[in-house]
């Protein structure tokens, strides 16, 4: 399903990332997640960290700085997966909330990667910017 990006919202990943964003908020909400402070804002961070970087990345209007800011969402992905274990073992977060979690990172993780490859594609026409036709736009 193609379309054209006019706007970073049209992005799959970026949607798809305020669906995490707001679950790591509800698991960080409640009970010894919420009391610890470091772990709870270290995580939060960087779950939002994800978006933010695809949106500013988007707003600086070329490929080649679209890509680098997807790399940092990438990487903003790979530090709440690391912090989910952290939370796994210290019990603040059950087996079933981790694999839920887990799964919607490692989707996210993927169309992140998709779209960087998408954007340093050769074939593509030069003349062709980040707000053309993608096969990366959500509904």
């Known amino acids: 399903m193609g379309g054209t990006i006019k706007c970073f919202e049209d992005i799959k990943a970026w949607q798809n990332g305020r669906v995490v964003i707001k679950a ?62 952290i939370a796994l073992d210290l019990s603040y977060i059950t087996q079933p909330q981790f694999d839920d979690l887990f799964s919607s990172l490692d989707s996210l993780s993927r169309m992140i990667t998709n779209l960087i490859r998408y954007l340093g594609d050769s074939s593509r026409k030069e003349s062709s910017k980040a707000t053309n036709s993608s096969p990366y736009v959500g509904n």
């Open 24 to 85: 790591i908020y509800q698991i960080t909400s409640d009970g010894k997640f919420s009391k610890d402070f470091g772990l709870r804002d270290q995580i939060r961070r960087a779950a939002i960290s994800i978006n933010l970087n695809i949106a500013e990345g988007f707003g600086r209007g070329t490929d080649k700085e679209f890509r680098q800011f997807l790399i940092n969402a990438r990487g903003s992905v790979a530090e709440v997966r690391s912090a989910l274990y």
